[in-house]
């Protein structure tokens, strides 16, 4: 790695000298707060960011840190405390060896290409992932036994998308699938699609755009992570010298476009292309405050329950899905305010971090038992598996609904 390369990525840690030890971080830490292992925010970030990242100098809890950022929401002092902590990660793999678990879950777009390259590919493949999780043998490998893995739908958005029919426009949007929503909850894609389209944009979507890098940063492959920033940032800019914005339906995913990857590097092109990215809702209530949103609503019957990720809070744009939804005729949808889900990316189907997952989930799960909605809401896929391992509710993805509305 270049000097220079390796100078960019001193940004945030330059915020270390703001921590005035207010605690904030550590009193709304879900991780401290569910278990006595972890140092806590505040000695694992910007304490220990004061001292130099060498190979023997790594504190032994900073593996606790499952990045969902409510450090940095809550710190009145702007401390990049999170992101401190995956660059300390990532510098700490650079002098350690992943282990195969790290590999596996931080490489889910690879597996998911390999797994299309095969007929009948994503069928094999989930009966495998049934069969290896009745033998054990992805306990083997450090990956929890307690929760299914997420399975394959047959077909990816990418491939449906190939046969939706939409309607030429002069107003156009690019998706940005993520891995989750093309592999596994391609429904959630094609939502966007109708939502869009009954708003009078056409949707595009750009095959060059690569994993947004979440899962890499926060198991400590943040060079390979820089790589696909590289390449997403470049696609950006592209789009938006045309004119034409950026849109994802996954809150981490759009959390990283937006503000990760310049937080992570610090390369100006990063500051621009975040100007083009938008989350779905974010988007949708742009259109709303200028007028430009139908809202043609249909009557959507139902009880349900809407959980914020930590992902979307770290934006600071509100929730829009919230107060979108809440403009459908006889929609009933309550904010669960619980808190962190636990899960975090891939932190909680890491075999030594399930109990600590499920512990920070526990007044998640209680909200919703307590309130008994038919369906949750969420807009992240992460948090939408954990809340129905933990509560056996249904979910989906607030797009859904939209789209639900608009037929």
């Known amino acids: 790695m270049s000097e220079e390369k ?15 030890a207010c605690t904030c971080c550590i009193a709304n830490c879900p991780v401290t707060e569910a278990t006595k292992e972890f140092a806590g925010p505040k000695l694992v970030g910007p304490a220990h960011s004061r001292m130099t990242f060498a190979e023997g100098d790594v504190e032994k809890t ?6 969902c950022k409510n450090c940095e929401i809550t710190c009145p002092s702007g401390v990049a405390v999170a992101t401190m ?9 650079r002098h350690h060896k992943h282990s195969q678990r790290d590999d596996m879950l931080a490489h889910g777009e690879r597996m998911g290409k390999l797994v299309r390259a095969l007929p009948l590919g994503a069928t094999f493949a989930n009966l495998g992932m049934k069969i290896g ?10 990956i929890t036994n307690k929760r299914d893995m997420p399975a394959y739908a047959p077909q990816s958005f990418m491939e449906r998308f190939l046969h939706i029919k939409q309607k030429p426009s002069d107003k156009k949007v690019v998706f940005f699938p993520g891995c989750y929503i093309n592999q596994n909850d391609p429904e959630v894609g094609v939502a966007f699609v109708e939502v869009m389209q009954k708003n009078g944009y056409e949707v595009l979507v750009d ?44 809150t981490s995913c759009s959390l990283m476009l937006k ?50 990720p930590c992902h979307l809070r770290a934006q600071g744009i509100g929730l829009p899905a919230l107060e979108i939804l809440n403009k459908i005729p006889g929609y009933q ?9 636990g899960l975090s ?22 909200r919703v038992e307590e309130l008994a909605p038919d369906k949750v809401v969420c807009d992240c896929g992460t948090c939408r598996m954990q809340i129905a391992h933990g509560t056996k509710k249904p979910v989906c993805h607030p797009i859904q609904i939209l789209a639900k509305a608009y037929k």
């Open 85 to 93: 902590n995956m660059l300390q990660r990532g510098e700490y793999y």
């Open 62 to 67: 900073l593996d606790y840190c499952s990045n």
């Open 207 to 250: 095959e060059a755009f690569v994993c947004c890098g979440s899962p890499m940063v926060v198991t400590g492959y943040l060079d390979e992570a820089h790589d696909h920033a590289h390449t997403n940032v470049e696609r950006i800019l592209d789009w938006k010298k045309k004119g034409i914005p950026v849109v994802a339906c996954c």
């Open 133 to 142: 999780q009745a033998l054990g043998m992805f306990s083997a490998v450090g």
């Open 345 to 366: 990316g891939n932190y909680g189907f890491k075999a030594d971090k399930y109990e600590v997952s499920m512990k920070v989930g526990e007044k998640l799960f209680k």
């Open 6 to 20: 390796r100078a960019r990525e001193e940004t945030s840690r330059d915020t270390a000298d703001h921590c005035i």
């Open 333 to 341: 949808i309550e904010n669960l305010a619980a808190g962190c889900c």
């Open 259 to 308: 503000a990760e990857y310049h937080e992570l590097f610090g390369e100006k092109e990063m500051h621009e292309a975040a100007e083009n990215v938008y989350d779905a809702f974010e988007f949708l209530e742009g259109l709303m405050e200028k007028g430009e949103l139908l809202e043609a609503f249909k009557p959507v019957d139902g009880k349900y329950a809407y959980h914020s």
